[in-house]
């Protein structure tokens, strides 16, 4: 009050006469300087408060991750730190992910149906894919399908055109809407068979978790004739010489769906992503310069609208349900390929699989940091919605009896021996799921999809390829 008071007098002078002009003149630099001084003091006050409101932002979201924290991981996948990059956040990020408020999110004429999964080998992709053939089903989507009895569209090779199923879709185009089995991400193919807000997505593991998974479900001590205690361990100590013994033609009897020379423990996931790994054979390969890895990332950074995590598994899905604008219902899954296994591992042997596959690490350090901004940038409510979400995947799990797991059902839900009702929430409307929903999360949709092509475009293989799967 008593400076506006000062600055009524100060005018009321200045403006009475002529003779006041010189008074005027004499006065008004120390008057600038206050008010200049009160400005600066009054902007360095709001930049506090912002920084404070960010730093309780994280501190929840990081809060909430841990109480949130999903049952699905692996037993053998060890935690991860999350990194949290303090620094503005991707504009790509703010384009593709809005913080929807609930009247949004279950608006159903904003959905994507058009998308791309690139499944990176040993990542929770099966699962995944079981999610996403069942959206595509239920929708009738026109999806980028393997010939025959393939299961691969030309993976691990370069996908090509001798390996797809024309197009499906009901105006004749030659577009699809989506692809989910795997293929090694090529953006000038790709891009051109799909149309342009075609949405790209990947999912990522954390890679020392994913070495020991892919170790075990490709049978690598057997095939590479290990005889010892700690397998493992015996790899990585020599694993030059066995991975020749692993790779090599005499072992591709029993090498499932590998082609000779691939390597499925070093950079297998940058190599699904696209990066030049020196396959085929003449390939460059670009995994040992972390600075052209580095621009690698980058670039498929802007390539991606998200690259989920594994290990945060129904963040992930929150996340995806978000930015496709999907209901809660589309995202329910059932948990396939995964299994129990435990190798006993030596002091060291971490350290050598991070020298030997450093590519992969540096690229989910990064991917890793990309996705907790995106979370970030979602604010509290995210939080809350992966709670729901996992109260809703349990009770599923309790009813459609996929869970060994003692989980008492959630009394929100209304459940009889048919049918399990799920209440209206604030991120999603209410909705049923039956038993027949059940049977439908274990089939092979694979199979349904590829019929459903059949039956709409009169296709019949007469020389499917047989590259690898």
Same mark, same amino acid.
């Given at each position: $009050?008593?400076?506006?008071? +000062?600055?009524?007098?100060?005018?009321?002078?200045?403006?009475?006469?002529?003779?006041?002009?010189?008074?005027?003149?004499? !006065?008004?630099?120390?008057?600038?300087?206050?008010?200049?001084?009160?400005?600066?003091?009054?902007?360095?006050?709001?930049?506090?408060?912002?920084?404070?409101?960010?730093? #309780?932002?994280?501190?929840?979201?990081?809060?909430?991750?841990?109480?949130?924290?999903?049952?699905?991981?692996?037993?053998?996948?060890?935690?991860?730190?999350?990194?949290?990059?303090?620094? =503005?956040?991707? &504009?790509?990020?703010?384009?593709? /992910?809005?913080?929807?408020?609930? #009247?949004?999110?279950?608006?159903?004429?904003?959905?994507?149906?058009?998308?791309?999964?690139?499944?990176?080998?040993?990542?929770?992709?099966?699962?995944?894919?079981?999610?996403?053939?069942?959206?595509?089903?239920?929708?009738?989507?026109?999806?980028?399908?393997?010939?025959?009895?393939?299961?691969?569209?030309?993976?691990?090779? $370069?996908?090509?055109?001798? &390996?797809?199923?024309?197009?499906?879709?009901?105006?004749?185009?030659?577009?699809?809407?989506?692809?989910?089995?795997?293929?090694?991400?090529?953006?000038?193919?790709?891009?051109?068979?799909?149309?342009?807000?075609?949405?790209?997505?990947?999912?990522?593991?954390?890679?020392?978790?994913?070495? !020991?998974?892919?170790?075990?479900?490709?049978?690598?001590?057997?095939?590479?004739?290990?005889? =010892?205690?700690?397998?493992?361990?015996?790899?990585?100590?020599?694993?030059?010489?066995?991975?020749? @013994?692993?790779?090599?033609?005499?072992?591709?009897?029993?090498?499932?769906?590998?082609? +000779?020379?691939?390597?499925?423990?070093?950079?297998?996931?940058?190599?699904?992503?696209?990066?030049?790994?020196?396959?085929?054979?003449?390939?460059? &390969?670009?995994?040992?310069?972390?600075?052209?890895?580095?621009?690698?990332?980058?670039?498929?950074?802007?390539?991606?609208?998200?690259? $989920? @995590?594994?290990?945060?598994?129904?963040?992930?899905?929150?996340?995806?349900?978000?930015?496709?604008?999907?209901?809660?219902?589309? @995202?329910?899954?059932?948990?396939?390929?995964?299994?129990?296994?435990?190798?006993?591992?030596?002091?060291?042997?971490?350290?050598?699989?991070?020298?030997?596959?450093?590519? +992969?690490?540096? $690229?989910?350090?990064?991917?890793? #940091?990309?996705?907790?901004?995106?979370?970030?940038?979602?604010?509290?409510? /995210?939080?809350?919605?992966?709670?729901?979400?996992?109260?809703?995947?349990?009770?599923?799990?309790?009813?459609?009896?996929?869970?060994?797991?003692?989980?008492?059902?959630?009394?929100?839900?209304?459940?009889?021996?048919?049918?399990?009702?799920?209440?209206?929430?604030?991120?999603?409307? +209410?909705?049923?799921?039956?038993?027949?929903?059940?049977?439908?999360?274990?089939?092979?949709?694979?199979?349904?999809?590829?019929?459903?092509?059949?039956?709409?475009?009169?296709?019949?293989?007469?020389?499917?390829?047989?590259?690898?799967?």
């Amino acid at each position: $009050m008593s400076l506006y008071k +000062d600055l009524q007098a100060f005018y009321v002078q200045c403006t009475c006469s002529r003779s006041s002009k010189r008074f005027c003149t004499y !006065k008004m630099l120390p008057l600038l300087v206050l008010l200049c001084t009160c400005l600066v003091l009054a902007m360095l006050i709001l930049h506090l408060t912002v920084i404070l409101e960010t730093e #309780e932002n994280i501190y929840n979201v990081k809060e909430g991750m841990g109480e949130g924290e999903t049952e699905q991981k692996e037993e053998d996948a060890g935690n991860v730190e999350e990194v949290i990059k303090l620094e =503005s956040l991707k &504009d790509e990020a703010k384009k593709v /992910f809005n913080n929807r408020p609930p #009247e949004l999110i279950n608006n159903r004429d904003c959905q994507v149906h058009n998308f791309v999964f690139i499944k990176c080998m040993k990542c929770a992709t099966e699962t995944m894919g079981t999610i996403l053939r069942r959206y595509a089903l239920k929708n009738k989507l026109s999806v980028l399908l393997p010939r025959g009895i393939n299961i691969y569209l030309g993976w691990p090779y $370069m996908m090509e055109s001798s &390996d797809y199923r024309p197009s499906s879709s009901p105006s004749g185009n030659r577009y699809y809407n989506c692809l989910i089995e795997h293929a090694i991400y090529n953006a000038s193919v790709m891009k051109s068979l799909f149309p342009h807000q075609t949405r790209f997505i990947s999912i990522v593991r954390e890679p020392w978790s994913h070495f !020991k998974s892919t170790f075990h479900y490709f049978n690598m001590q057997k095939l590479a004739h290990i005889v =010892s205690d700690t397998p493992l361990s015996t790899y990585l100590q020599d694993i030059d010489t066995y991975e020749k @013994i692993y790779k090599s033609p005499e072992a591709a009897s029993h090498r499932y769906c590998i082609p +000779d020379r691939f390597s499925v423990t070093k950079n297998l996931m940058c190599h699904c992503l696209g990066m030049k790994t020196g396959f085929p054979e003449g390939m460059m &390969d670009i995994s040992k310069n972390s600075r052209a890895v580095q621009d690698f990332l980058n670039w498929t950074e802007n390539e991606f609208a998200l690259i $989920m @995590i594994a290990e945060y598994f129904h963040e992930s899905l929150v996340l995806l349900k978000r930015m496709m604008c999907w209901t809660m219902k589309d @995202i329910i899954y059932k948990r396939v390929n995964s299994a129990k296994y435990r190798y006993e591992e030596n002091d060291g042997d971490q350290a050598i699989h991070q020298r030997w596959s450093r590519a +992969d690490y540096q $690229m989910y350090n990064f991917f890793n #940091e990309s996705f907790w901004e995106k979370v970030i940038y979602q604010g509290k409510t /995210f939080v809350q919605e992966v709670q729901v979400f996992t109260k809703i995947q349990n009770a599923v799990n309790v009813f459609c009896n996929f869970s060994t797991d003692s989980i008492k059902m959630d009394p929100m839900f209304n459940v009889t021996k048919t049918v399990l009702k799920i209440p209206t929430t604030k991120f999603s409307l +209410d909705f049923t799921f039956t038993l027949e929903e059940c049977e439908l999360l274990s089939s092979d949709l694979l199979s349904a999809l590829k019929e459903q092509h059949e039956e709409h475009s009169k296709y019949e293989d007469k020389d499917p390829p047989k590259r690898t799967c």
